[in-house]
């Protein structure tokens, strides 16, 4: 069986090692992140503008910041109602599934499930609405520029940051690896892989790792997580049309 490298955020652990063991591989998991909810009170002033009718567009870029978002909520329900009164964009169907249990009505979302796919579709439908736009600390930048060269007025919320993780059990999966003993790497955002290189880096064997990792397999999700591994210097192998952990290991099936 072959043995596949996962490492998403522990939170996603659970389903990844069965969506992978019901395509007959094997997981091996490791956390390379941490998602911390963020208390600048920026959430809080979103709420209010919120409530006082001043956005017409809310745009959410994961599940993870719909359950932060709620979660920070003084009145959920109140907030469901907020929202079905405006536009709301997410992206990627696992966002907008977790908006649906929310009782979220009134749902788009990009065909191209990236920060680039939102701006090409959505971009002159903006023009002079004012947007907000929630998500983490390492959201794509083209996000914010691309709407407001299109005449948005942006409001971004960082509502949670993602942190890398360098401890023990990072750094045992890093020999791990050394040992040859993983079949091919998954990495589900730019942070994942560079928490990776990182914690490589920070016991003296990322060139060693590197080279490892190069002579297995690799599948990504989204083009600047292949952008950064390739001026890494890795090989990227699969990256899925769409942005999803199934249709990842889907891509990864084909090349391994």
Excluded: W
Aim: net charge neutral; proline share 5%.
């Amino acid at each position: 069986m072959k043995r596949i490298a996962v490492t998403r955020p522990r939170k996603f652990l659970p389903d990844t090692v069965r969506i992978l063991k019901e395509k007959g591989l094997e997981a091996v998991p490791v956390p390379m992140m941490e998602m911390i909810p963020r208390n600048d009170g920026a959430l809080e002033a979103f709420f209010k503008r919120l409530e006082a009718g001043e956005a017409d567009t809310v745009i959410i870029t994961s599940q993870n910041g719909v359950q932060f978002i709620y979660d920070k909520a003084p009145d959920p329900a109140a907030l469901t109602k907020q929202l079905n009164s405006v536009e709301v964009i997410g992206i990627g169907p696992r966002t907008n599934s977790v908006l649906t249990e929310r009782g979220i009505t009134h749902l788009q979302m990009p065909g191209t499930f990236s920060s680039e796919g939102l701006v090409q579709d959505f971009c002159a439908k903006l023009k002079g609405k004012r947007v907000e736009v929630l998500r983490s600390n390492h959201g794509n930048p083209i996000l914010i520029s691309g709407l407001e060269a299109g005449g948005a007025k942006v409001r971004e919320i960082i509502v949670y940051d993602i942190v890398p993780l360098k401890g023990e059990e990072q750094a045992a999966f890093v020999r791990e690896a050394l040992e040859g003993r993983i079949d091919a790497y998954t990495f589900t955002s730019t942070m994942t892989a560079r928490s990776l290189l990182m914690m490589g880096e920070s016991m003296g064997v990322l060139d060693p790792l590197k080279r490892e990792i190069n002579s297995k397999k690799v599948a990504v999700i989204g083009h600047p997580t292949a952008d950064f591994l390739k001026k890494s210097g890795i090989r990227v192998d699969a990256v899925p049309e769409r942005f999803t952990f199934e249709d990842m290991v889907e891509a990864l099936l084909r090349v391994l």
